[in-house]
């Protein structure tokens, strides 16, 4: 029989979930990668985000580990990459819970030097959805483009980018605080 993992955090793809694929529809003009959200169907792929579920939690601020609404109580990882004087990532934002919750059981999150601070209430995150080539594409998902496609860019995903003094102000912000043994 097979046990199921203790808890598995929202974001999470799972081994059963139909795709990736591209939807059939367009958004902005722009064809969409997805994938269906069937969590808990297979096995969880830890290494891997479900696409629609990440996308979600970028752009409506859900909490990565238990799928609700981050409001005032948000965290935010510091995982993202400079690119041209601003900082962008992908990563959803968290409960004070859900990431003392993930820093303890996630092997990568437990050995990450940074912890996660606090976003000030008046900050907002500008989401933006993330493009690919069809290149890229088909070189990280095996999509080929459909007669749906035009010559637009790919959806996959949202990115937040924050400009280098809101990034100042989200790391002078309070970290977690982790008890490490
Ligand atoms: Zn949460």
């Known amino acids: 029989m097979k046990t199921q993992p ?3 955090p929202w974001i999470t793809a ?3 979930e139909e795709g990736p694929y591209i939807a059939p529809y367009l958004i902005e003009g722009m064809p969409l990668i997805t994938q269906r959200s069937q969590p808990g169907k297979g096995d969880p792929l830890w290494k891997r985000k ?3 579920r990440s996308r979600l939690a ?3 601020m859900i909490c990565g580990v238990c799928g609700q609404p981050t409001g005032l109580d948000r965290w935010q990882f510091h995982m ?6 601003n ?3 992908a ?8 990431a003392l919750k993930a820093l303890k059981l996630c092997p990568v999150l437990k050995t990450r030097a940074e912890l996660p601070s606090r976003v000030p209430a008046d900050m907002v995150f500008d989401a933006k959805l993330a493009l690919g ?8 998902f095996g999509l080929e483009r459909s007669g749906l496609v035009t010559d637009a860019p790919f959806v996959c995903g949202a990115v937040v980018t924050l400009p280098a003094a809101e990034v100042r102000r989200l790391c002078s912000q309070p970290r977690i605080k982790l008890d490490r043994p």
């Open 6 to 8: 203790a808890f598995v």
């Open 14 to 16: 799972w081994s059963g």
């Open 50 to 52: 479900n696409l629609a």
């Open 58 to 60: 970028a752009l409506e």
């Open 80 to 85: 993202g990459h400079w690119i041209g004087g």
């Open 87 to 89: 900082y962008s990532f």
């Open 91 to 98: 990563e959803a934002p968290v409960h004070e819970a859900c």
């Open 133 to 140: 080539t069809p290149a890229e594409v088909k070189a990280k």
